[in-house]
Nanobody
Framework: QVQLVESGGGLVQAGDSLRLSCAAS????????MGWFRQAPGKEREFVAA????????YYANSVKGRFTISRDNAKNAVYLQMNSLKPEDTAVYYC?????????????????WGQGTQVTVSS
């Protein structure tokens, strides 16, 4: 059983930064690509960023490209999301997830384990 636990969310002002962390259990963390998604009230869960198992490639939604950075530390079984220049429209619950299929990284059904989420609220 894999457990993913997000942390680092909070209430910030527009233009501020936050760093989200996702701690994973299990010995096989380094074998898998990981992703971050977010879900705002009344909206579908949407892709934010993904990173390959070795950190060699990263992928971003257009809405966050240039502002967010995904990274990972396989020695610590952790994946991070550095969020800069935050905007009110970034307000959502942010989830990390483990990718297990060859489907496009932006599709939620390409991921099998999900964390419980961490709330990010950006005030204007």
């Amino acid at each position: 059983q894999v457990q993913l636990v997000e942390s680092g969310g909070g209430l910030v002002q527009a233009g501020d930064s936050l760093r989200l962390s996702c701690a994973a259990s299990g010995r096989t963390f380094s074998f898998y690509s990981m992703g971050w998604f977010r879900q705002a009230p009344g909206k579908e869960r949407e892709f934010v960023a993904a990173i390959r198992w070795n950190g060699g490639s990263t992928y971003y939604a257009n809405s966050v490209k240039g502002r967010f950075t995904i990274s990972r530390d396989n020695a610590k079984n952790a994946v991070y999301l550095q969020m800069n220049s935050l905007k009110p429209e970034d307000t959502a619950v942010y989830y990390c997830a483990r990718r297990t299929t060859g489907l496009p990284v932006s599709l939620t059904n390409g991921y099998d384990y999900w964390g419980q989420g961490t709330q990010v609220t950006v005030s204007s």
